[in-house]
Nanobody
Framework: QVQLVESGGGLVQAGGSLRLSCAAS????????MAWFRQAPGKEREFVAA????????YYADTVKGRFTCSRDNAKNTVFLQMNSLKPEDTAVYYC????????????????????WGQGTQVTVSS
């Protein structure tokens, strides 16, 4: 399993942008399908975005499509989430997650599909 550490969260006004990073340890990062989930207080963890091993394919929740972009740099063992046009309802703890399965072999928007998780980073969007 890879070890994951998120960074880049913070407080931003509505309409602003943030870029989250998730650094992975280990030499097998490029063989992991990666994803971002988020959890707001009192709510269940929800899928945000996923990216294939090569980075060629990305998938987004409808709530963030067109505003968020997921990318990865396998040479730097890092996955990113660029968040633009942020809304107060985007406020949550954001987690990155990884699975050694290929995208086609897992339910990419289902949290139990992923065995590696970071500790989370708080994103707060003020109105």
């Amino acid at each position: 399993q890879v070890q994951l550490v998120e960074s880049g969260g913070g407080l931003v006004q509505a309409g602003g942008s943030l870029r989250l990073s998730c650094a992975a340890s280990g030499r097998t990062f490029s063989s992991y399908t990666m994803a971002w989930f988020r959890q707001a207080p009192g709510k269940e963890r929800e899928f945000v975005a996923a990216i294939s091993r090569s980075g060629d394919s990305t998938y987004y929740a409808d709530t963030v499509k067109g505003r968020f972009t997921c990318s990865r740099d396998n040479a730097k063992n890092t996955v990113f989430l660029q968040m633009n046009s942020l809304k107060p309802e985007d406020t949550a703890v954001y987690y990155c997650a990884g699975s050694p399965s290929t995208y086609a072999a897992l339910v990419y928007n289902f949290a139990p599909s992923y065995g590696s998780w970071g500790q989370g980073t708080q994103v707060t969007v003020s109105s």
